[in-house]
């Protein structure tokens, strides 16, 4: 599990119970407390956004992404760039066909793909395309979990302000009894709260969150192809190394050559 997703979560919001409850106690919360709020307001948003999906099969589905957050990145260029190195190494000794049968026990379906592809005596560019293919299909997929938590970030304040606008007609209606103006103000506020928690509480970060582990995994991806091609063309693996290293920081360049991972200089 990612720790900093559920520690950020978590923080948050005792970081803002604990500044309604600081001065008052516990009994304050009771005045954050209004069903009706959350009702107009979460149930808005909620219904809002699922009218924009297709199905409400897809609404749930894009709900669920929440879980997303919470798994810890495997994404590792540094290992990604190394084991490109290592197959590129079999690949100028024994041969590209040695590759299948590394393709072959690999966890990793891109890779595997891409490897079998190369086996196969398939055209580069065509290599190039079905993968780059795959990448935008990846890309779309994700691009529709972060559109659907921005969405909600920007469905929540302004559904919270709809509840403001209702609790402050009723109370208009209301305003020849003054001893009620202060209390029905508290409440139409809290709907403006209620969407702007929703909004940076949860879907912001997860959206964000979201964003960060689709730009690692393609540019996981981007490294892949660009070594596999290279493999492919017969390249020395030095030169893919180099090639490679281009991607990273510099720091986890110094990383990659202090491993002791880099290519060999072959034929």
């Known amino acids: 599990m990612d720790i900093a997703s559920l520690v950020g979560l978590l923080m948050a919001l005792v970081l803002v119970i604990y500044g309604i409850v600081a001065k008052d106690g516990f009994g304050a919360m009771m005045g954050f407390l ?45 290992e ?34 891409g490897l079998l592809l190369i086996v196969d005596g398939t055209d580069p560019e065509l290599v190039r ?7 935008s299909s990846i890309e779309e997929r994700h691009s529709a ?15 919270g302000m709809i509840g403001t606008l209702i609790g402050l007609i009723n109370m208009l209606g209301k305003l020849q009894d003054m001893a ?22 949860i879907c912001t970060p997860v959206a964000n969150k979201l964003k960060e ?16 091609l ?5 390249e020395n693996p030095r030169v893919i190394e180099e090639k490679l290293k281009s991607f990273l920081a510099p720091n986890r360049r110094e990383e990659l050559s202090a491993n002791g991972e880099g290519g060999e200089e072959v034929g």
């Open 213 to 228: 582990s689709n730009a690692a995994e393609l540019k996981q991806k981007e490294i892949l192809v660009e070594g596999l």
């Open 34 to 78: 209004d069903f009706q709020s959350a009702l107009i307001t979460f149930g808005g948003a909620f219904m809002g956004i699922m009218t924009t999906q297709s199905s409400i099969p897809i609404f749930i589905q894009r709900l669920k992404s929440l879980t997303l957050i919470f798994k810890v990145q495997t994404v590792n260029e540094l």
């Open 129 to 135: 395309s079905i993968l780059e293919t795959e990448l």
């Open 80 to 113: 990604t760039i190394q084991t490109v190195i290592k197959l590129s190494n079999v690949a100028r000794k024994d041969g590209l066909l040695q590759l299948e049968e590394m393709a072959n026990s690999m966890d990793d379906a891109f890779m595997k793909k």
């Open 145 to 159: 979990n972060i559109g659907f938590w921005e969405a909600l970030a920007a469905a929540g304040p302004a559904w």
């Open 230 to 234: 290279s493999i492919q063309a017969g």
């Open 180 to 201: 009620t103006v202060g209390p029905n103000m508290a409440i139409a506020l809290i709907t403006t709260l209620y969407g702007s928690l929703l909004a940076n509480w």
